[in-house]
């Protein structure tokens, strides 16, 4: 560890060192400051001056240019470039979708509450309808195109829109509650998902170790209605052929989803479609079940396609 130093040139050094790195990731940027600060100390200790020992290391743009250029570089490779695009169309194809799921059904607007009372009244009784539903497209394809932009940016500046976005969607979902709030949470997902892809100061550790933490949720919140399942089956209060051909798709998803199986990945993805397809089908008490099932497995699926490491195939 380096000694803290005491002469203001250095500390101002390092100080624009490490606010010039400060879209590296954190170890990196860490690293490259505290061996500049160890140099700076073996230099003094050898009696040359701190002037002359900043003067052999050049400016701090000169020594923070490579690993930015690096740091670039990373965010502009072909990988990450694909998961923004294909994240990108997903906040527009989920943002259309959802507009259309959430005008499918008249509880949208009447039965979840959506709007004043009086208000849903007149648009029902003098037709006002139509422009509630137009705006309400307009609203949801907005948003989408909104969360969308920021695939398409430079990285450095995509982070900070990226999160603004996702923050953005985040208090659409909270204000408009449980009703049409739950349509705007594939928006609010894929705003997050794109603001990680943004954010270049995650290094691959670090996505490496997030990735897992989301293996394992995924994993534990897929095989967790077994259990209910099984023990409904037992005790007799569920029936019918329903709840085995579920326990059957919970298995094969949850299993494959910790054990990153690519098959089982786009199952998941493609389980998801389906469960939120149904939400149109029944317009009953199952629609949200079946929506925020929808919206919880393509997720899953989705960020496992995108973010795991594909397994090595034996030799």
């Known amino acids: 560890m380096a000694r803290v130093t005491k002469d203001q040139n250095v500390e101002d050094y390092l100080r624009s060192l490490d606010r010039l790195l400060r879209n590296v990731p954190v170890e990196a940027r860490h690293g490259l400051v505290e061996d500049i600060a160890e140099h700076i100390d ?43 695009r294909m994240l990108g169309i997903v ?9 259309i799921v959430s005008r499918s059904s008249d509880s949208t607007v009447v039965n979840m509450g959506f709007g004043p009372a009086d208000a849903q009244g ?27 932009t920021s695939a398409v940016m430079k990285p450095v500046i995509a982070r900070k829109y ?3 976005a996702a923050l953005i969607m985040t208090f659409v979902v909270l204000i408009c509650g449980t009703g049409l709030g739950m349509f705007f949470v594939p928006s609010m997902i894929t705003a997050w998902m794109l603001a990680g892809a943004n954010n270049l100061k995650l290094s691959h550790l670090s996505r490496t170790k997030r990735s897992r933490r989301i293996q394992i949720i995924g994993g534990v919140t897929m095989l967790l209605p077994v259990l ?26 949850g299993i494959g989803f910790l054990l990153n199986l690519r098959v089982a990945l786009w199952a998941t993805c493609l389980i998801g479609v389906a469960l939120s397809v149904l939400s149109i089908i ?34």
């Open 42 to 84: 073996e230099g003094r200790e050898r009696g040359r001056t701190e002037s002359e020992i900043i003067a052999a290391l050049g400016s701090p743009e000169s020594v923070a240019a490579p690993y930015l250029d690096e740091v670039l570089r990373e965010g502009n490779a072909p990988r990450m470039r694909r998961i923004r």
């Open 91 to 99: 906040a527009l194809v989920t943002g259309l979708f959802a507009a």
């Open 122 to 148: 007149l648009s029902i009784n003098y037709g006002y309808s139509d422009v509630f539903a137009a705006t309400q497209l307009l609203v949801f394809i907005a948003l989408a195109l909104m969360v969308a």
């Open 162 to 164: 990226s999160i603004a």
């Open 228 to 253: 209910l399942i099984i023990s409904g089956v037992i005790t007799g209060a569920v029936d019918g052929a329903g709840p085995y051909i579920y326990l059957v798709v919970a298995l094969i998803c």
């Open 282 to 315: 029944d317009q009953g008490m199952l629609m949200a079940a079946f929506w925020l099932a929808g919206i919880a497995y393509f997720y899953f699926g989705l960020y496992g396609l995108l973010w795991f490491e594909k397994r090595a195939l034996a030799q």
